[in-house]
């Protein structure tokens, strides 16, 4: 839920590097949970590594956002520099007024251009680093969540082969004879040696 959301307001504020890591994370999320529903310890596995994954590119978004080792914020990194779209926080934060002026030059009524956003009660690069802190947090609760999941399935494995669940010989097998075997007393008993072998010990 929590990637859901995320992925909703990186569409709106066309955050196409963010649109496919969030669509990624969503795909293995769904993956995860299929394993842990259907007992499939290699799915999960792959959701655990995934969150190692997960948690690094989030790190990068916040040294992103708060312009970390050269980074800066407005830069068209997160776009592919496609567009000069940013977060769509920065003009529909909490409390954030936006103040719009015609552009001049240009006919029509409906052009408009953003000249300032003022009023934010929280800063859009605050929010976006909640956001990847957040999913963090989640990460690695899924991660030790994980490897619990996958711990009880290999316990599980290995207390039902103990008691020969995967032996090809259970310890409830009734030993046969070989045919052959059987074939040979058949003839033994239909044969005269086998008549007068009888009568002998009726005898």
């Known amino acids: ?5 995320r992925q909703v307001f990186d569409f709106l504020g066309y955050q196409w590097a963010p ?3 969030n669509f990624l994370h969503i795909i293995i999320v769904i993956l995860g949970l299929f394993g842990t529903i259907q007992y499939r310890p ?13 948690v690094t590119w989030n790190i990068f978004i916040i040294c992103f956002y708060l312009e970390v080792g050269g980074l800066s914020k407005d830069s068209e990194l997160l776009t592919f520099n496609i567009s000069r779209h940013q977060s769509w926080w920065s003009e529909n934060g909490p409390g954030c007024v936006r103040k719009e002026a015609s552009m001049s030059g240009i006919k ?6 953003y000249v300032s956003v003022i009023g934010c ?19 690695l609760v ?3 969540y994980a490897c619990y999941v996958v711990s009880v399935f290999t316990e599980e494995e290995d207390s039902f082969d103990f008691i020969g669940g995967f032996d090809p010989f259970p310890l409830y097998h009734v030993n046969e004879k070989p045919t052959n075997l059987l074939f ?8 005269p040696a086998g008549f007068s072998d009888m009568e002998g010990m009726n005898k």
Request: aromatic share 16%; hydrophobic share 55%.
């Open 184 to 191: 040979k007393q058949t003839y033994l008993l239909i044969s």
């Open 121 to 139: 009660a929280l800063e859009y690069r605050y929010i976006e680093v909640m956001h990847s802190s957040f999913q963090i947090l989640v990460a």
């Open 19 to 21: 649109i496919l890591a």
């Open 42 to 54: 290699r799915y999960i596995v792959v959701y655990a590594i995934w969150t190692a994954v997960w």
């Open 1 to 5: 839920l929590a990637a859901l959301e």
């Open 108 to 113: 029509g009524l409906d052009s408009h251009s």
């Open 142 to 144: 899924g991660f030790v």
